[in-house]
């Protein structure tokens, strides 16, 4: 498996002395390209899992590797673009500031870092908003200006935590789609996690179910639905057999309805 | 555009309207209180007349008449000490915001710092102001560094740095724990140096507690500068006139209350410019910015 992107073995995570197991026994592989769906009721342990991969949680056993390297490697490597539920844009930096921050990190010199700002913009579709502040700005304009931050610096990965989650049923759909869009023309690798199962599937093209107490994984399902996705894949009889499949897996679990 | 001038001028207009009424209703509140008090003759809390409570006008006017013959306007001398205390308190203001921050990031970085040295903190700030002056400005006095000795100006500048450094302490450990946690794990996502989440988020986000701070510092250090003038009269302050017309206040009122309003204007100034500096530093959401 010299593709993979992550490849994770045996992951457990306790949080506290003796206290609570959020992740019990992980083990997932994901391809380079691949976008691969953690969903499962609250307590799974799913958002816990995305903070490992990303080396912000340690995790009490086993091994994982990012793009053949640990994780804790991979992140001063600057190998993980995050996208949160929040969109944790910083109130006192213009859109266009903002979506430069990882990239003064990095140490890009002033006009490259401007020209990657206005490809980025292009790509999040926020051309024009370059001066405006974040709370100029809705919710689904902000978390755009979000992920266009993530990737500003071209990351092998990209992690995102329900970043749609706090936006209404048609922005989050747009933003679906957008999302997609964005994947399709970066080629980049993406772990989303979400608790929408129409969402997961949508999205997808592998979507890990995982349950509580302890928090693992449970099945994973691949999404065999055509690419590009569209409109009509929402229609797609295969579509809600998908939906039908991963909820019953998500209920087998005995998981919260 | 035209309608956006108009607007402007509207709203100046507007603003100048509102000081303008509340300038009269002060006005009207102490020239109303005098009228009653002194018909009535009641001498509650105390009695009144144009010693204890000059004629607002009279006060003003103090401002526009020479001291003695031939002399220049009381305001004339009035700008010069105005200018002197000024330069004291902004001095000391920026050594007490300077030494404020530095405690403050320190405080804020290492917590044991917090139990260690906020106690001392805290408990300089407890001991009068007017106990203090005359040790430091006094004591000042006799050092000398390689022949060096601080002058008048200088030792006044470090009680106002005393009384700003405080406020500034306090809300730079406040600011600089305020960042959002959910931005920190963004930074170490980004393998960022504590150095760059310092400036680059920690500091950001403690804008508007400092300057909450300022504000407060900017006033108190022109109060310290005044005070600081005092124990070794310094003449050439607004506190040496203080001094020196506290002793004629039976004679001569007005001057007293004159002096009073002048540096309470000083203090205005020095909040104003902080709230200046403020509108275009700090970028916030309108709703948090007071």
Not at chain 2, 113 to 119: H, T
Not at chain 2, 144 to 149: K, M, P, R, V
Request: aromatic fraction near 10%; include cysteine.
């Amino acid at each position: 498996m010299s593709d993979s992107v992550v490849s994770a073995k045996g992951i457990s995570k306790t949080f506290g002395k003796g206290g609570v197991t959020a992740l019990q026994d992980i083990d997932l592989e994901v391809g380079r390209g691949e976008f691969v769906s953690l969903i499962g009721p609250s307590g799974c342990g799913k958002s816990t899992l995305l903070r490992v991969i990303g080396d912000l949680v340690e995790p009490s056993a086993g091994e994982i590797l990012v793009n053949g390297k640990t994780a804790h490697r991979a992140r001063l490597d600057r190998d993980y673009g995050i996208v949160f539920q929040a969109a944790v844009l910083y109130d006192w930096r213009t859109v266009a500031k903002n979506i430069s921050l990882p990239l003064e990190l990095v140490g890009w010199g002033r006009a490259q870092r401007s020209e990657r700002v206005a490809e980025m913009l292009k790509l999040v579709e926020l051309d024009g908003f370059e001066r405006h502040y974040p709370w100029q700005l809705s919710g689904g304009m902000q978390q755009r200006v979000s992920i266009a931050r993530a990737l500003s610096f071209s990351p092998a990965l990209l992690l995102m935590d329900e970043p749609f989650g706090a936006l209404d049923e048609m922005t989050r759909e747009r933003l679906n789609d957008e999302l997609l869009r964005i994947w399709t023309e970066t080629g980049s690798t993406v772990i989303f996690v979400t608790h929408s199962i129409a969402e997961a599937v949508y999205l997808s093209t592998r979507v890990v179910v995982m349950s509580p107490r302890p928090g693992r994984i449970t099945s994973v399902i691949p999404i065999d639905l055509p690419q590009p996705r569209t409109v009509e894949t929402r229609e797609d009889p295969r579509y809600f057999e998908l939906v039908t499949e991963v909820r019953e897996a998500l209920h087998a679990n005995g998981g919260e309805r | 555009m035209l309608l956006a001038v108009l607007a402007r001028i509207r709203s100046l207009a507007a603003r100048a309207a509102v000081l303008f009424l509340v300038l009269a209703g002060l006005w009207a509140l102490w020239e109303g209180y005098r009228k009653l008090w002194e018909s009535t003759g009641w001498t509650r809390p105390f009695p009144v007349d144009s010693t204890t409570m000059p004629h607002l006008h009279d006060i003003v006017g103090a401002l526009f008449d020479p001291l003695r013959e031939g002399e220049p306007l009381l305001a004339r001398y009035m700008l010069d000490a105005a200018l002197f205390t000024a330069k004291e308190a902004a001095v000391g203001f920026a050594i007490g915001a300077t030494i404020g921050f530095l405690l403050g990031a320190l405080i804020a970085r290492f917590g044991v710092l917090q139990r260690g040295v906020m106690p001392y903190v805290v408990a300089s700030q407890t001991i009068p102001i007017l106990a203090i002056a005359p040790i430091v400005v006094v004591g000042l006095g006799n050092v000398s560094i390689a022949g060096w000795t601080p002058t008048d100006w200088m030792r006044v500048a470090v009680i106002a740095a005393y009384l700003t450094f405080f406020p500034v302490t306090v809300n730079t450990v406040r600011g600089l724990r305020s960042a959002d946690p959910a931005a920190v794990e963004l930074m170490e996502s980004y393998a960022a140096s504590e150095w760059s989440v310092f400036w680059k988020l920690r500091v950001p986000a403690a804008l508007p507690y400092l300057f909450s701070a300022f504000k407060v510092a900017a006033t108190a250090s022109v109060v310290g500068a005044v005070i600081g003038e005092l124990p070794s009269s310094i003449q050439s302050g607004l506190g040496g006139w203080i001094i020196n017309f506290n002793q004629y206040y039976v004679l001569e009122p007005e001057n007293l209350w004159a002096v009073n309003l002048v540096a309470a204007a000083l203090g205005i100034s020095f909040f104003l410019v902080v709230v200046l500096v403020e509108k275009l530093v700090v970028h916030r959401p309108p709703e948090q910015l007071v």
